[in-house]
């Protein structure tokens, strides 16, 4: 869906690069935030909910939109959306503070969902450039943003990354599929595939343990009696680590057909470390922090299976991205929240990595039903014969039998 291969990787880096700075962004920044005139606990709280339960509500619509409007009006619409909100938030005000951050998170939402129509089925380098942006991104809100806040104010740290957004523009120039559809595929008509429904768990479940790992993991190891300067340099290892998972994993999974050891990689090492957390966090900091960051993978996992899962149908593409992300930060955000309030109720951190535990093996579960052959189909569309997966015979969600090869 987009012309000339240089330009379909530059485009999808950086419209995978606007997805995360913006977020990550907010939680550096909110110790300063949370100094600023007329911004209470209540709003910070607001502050730190509202992302993943925005970005689940605008990932369900953006079908919609994508099909009034077209893919490249969408994602433009977005971007402008995107640069616009983050200079309005910083504006004045904790009104336009969280209503700037809801429109920042929609915005994202649209384009996220777009992302995986984009790649398609298209070659590894294509899935390797949209999850590694995404972990570039995520790295680059949370370590350069300080630096910002440092040497100016936090305003300047949230709206100058409105720069980027606003860079990229030019370049959503280049996609095609600018002409609107005459129907939506909606996400409920792929919600009987248990496919789809596990991979939205999945992606649900993985979203919150990385959420969870990127506010907590400093606040524990200082509880724990690790100093702030190295608290703070674990949780950037455990980003950093993630950058090189966001390119093993899509060539994992585009090359490699044995999926199960893929997801024991994943999901293992979150495991050992969330028990090193509770048993002994002070002792292995560096060692906890690595597990965690080479957990953050499960994301790639999830996105890179999007289009693969769908069979490179347009269609599916679109309506599977928008129920497993959409679905899957409303799943998110009521974990985050329950562990939060747990953590709130109990002052305690032992309780809540009890439930992390409980979250990984849920990922562990639904990571399962991901890696296993198939497509989703809907009986909105018309089967059509795939190539997009590398396994003889695929198993498909519906009750229809499989096209010939």
């Not at 995978?16 to 907010?26: D, M």
């Not at 709280?45 to 990932?59: D, S």
């Not at 720069?163 to 959503?172: D, K, M, N």
């Amino acid at each position: 869906m987009v012309r000339g291969p240089i330009w379909s990787a530059a485009v999808v880096f950086l419209l995978g690069l606007n997805l995360r700075p913006a977020v990550t962004s907010l939680g550096s920044a909110l110790p300063d935030i949370a100094a600023a005139p007329g911004v209470t606990g209540a709003v910070a709280a607001v502050l730190v909910a509202l992302p993943l339960w925005v970005c689940g509500i605008g990932g369900l619509l953006a079908p919609w939109l994508q099909a009034a409007t077209g893919t490249q009006r969408t994602v433009q619409v977005a971007l402008v959306l995107l640069a616009a909100a983050q200079v309005v938030r910083v504006a004045d005000g904790p009104f336009l503070l969280i209503a700037g951050t809801v429109l920042v998170c929609v915005a994202i939402a649209l384009i996220a969902t777009m992302l995986p129509l984009l790649v398609g089925g298209k070659s590894t380098a294509f899935s390797v450039c949209y999850t590694l942006s995404l972990g570039c991104g995520s790295t680059a809100g949370a370590l350069i943003t300080p630096w910002i806040v440092s040497e100016s104010s936090w305003r300047f740290g949230l709206a100058g990354w409105a720069v980027l957004a606003a860079v990229t523009v030019p370049f959503s120039r280049r996609l095609d599929g600018n002409r609107p559809q005459r129907g939506v595929l909606s996400p409920l008509a792929v919600s009987k595939s248990g496919r789809a429904w596990g991979l939205t768990v999945y992606f649900g479940l993985v979203s919150t343990v990385t959420f969870l790992v990127m506010g907590w993991l400093p606040a524990i190891l200082r509880d724990a009696g690790v100093s702030a300067d190295v608290a703070g340099a674990c949780l950037s290892l455990s980003m950093i680590l993630g950058l090189p998972m966001m390119w093993l994993v899509p060539w994992w999974v585009h090359k490699r057909h044995n999926q199960h050891a893929l997801l024991a990689l994943l999901v293992l090492p979150s495991m050992i470390s969330v028990a090193g957390l509770l048993a002994a966090p002070a002792v292995m900091p560096w060692l906890w922090a690595t597990g965690l960051g080479v957990g953050m993978g499960g994301i790639a996992l999830a996105l890179t299976s999007i289009p693969r899962r769908a069979g490179a149908d347009p269609q599916i593409t679109t309506a599977l991205s928008a129920m497993v992300q959409g679905g899957g930060f409303l799943i998110a955000g009521v974990g985050a929240l329950a562990c939060g309030l747990v953590h709130t109720i109990t002052q305690s951190w032992q309780a809540s990595l009890v439930m992390v535990l409980v979250v990984l093996c849920g990922q562990a579960g639904a990571g399962l039903v991901v890696v296993r052959p198939g497509v989703v189909r809907s009986a909105a569309v018309p089967q059509q014969r795939t190539a997009a997966w590398p396994e003889r015979v695929p198993h498909l969600s519906a009750n229809e039998p499989c096209p010939p090869r």
